[in-house]
C-alpha cells in the first residue's frame, strides 16, 4: 500500500531538504514558478481541487513574471529571481 504522499526535494547548497507544503497543502516549487501540486487532491483524485490549484498558480505573480521572461528575446532576458 502506499502512503499517499508526495516528497518534494530542493536542493539547497549542496543538500536535498524537503519541500514543506503551505497552510493550504499545496507544494510549490521554488525552481519553477508555477509549478504548484495539491497532493491530498492528488491522491484523492479529486480534480476540481487539483484545476482551482492550477488555475490560482497561472494567476501567481510569480508566474507572470515567468511567462514575461520567457517571451522575452533570449539576449534581451531578464535574470531568473
Known sequence: MYEQRVDWFILREGVYETLT???DGVLRSEVFPGLWLQAAALWSG????M???SQE???SPEHAALRARLRAPPGE???SQ
Open 57 to 59: 498558480r497561472l494567476a
Open 77 to 79: 532576458r531578464p535574470e
Open 21 to 23: 507544503p503551505d497552510t
Open 51 to 53: 484545476r482551482a490549484v
Open 46 to 49: 479529486d480534480l476540481a481541487a
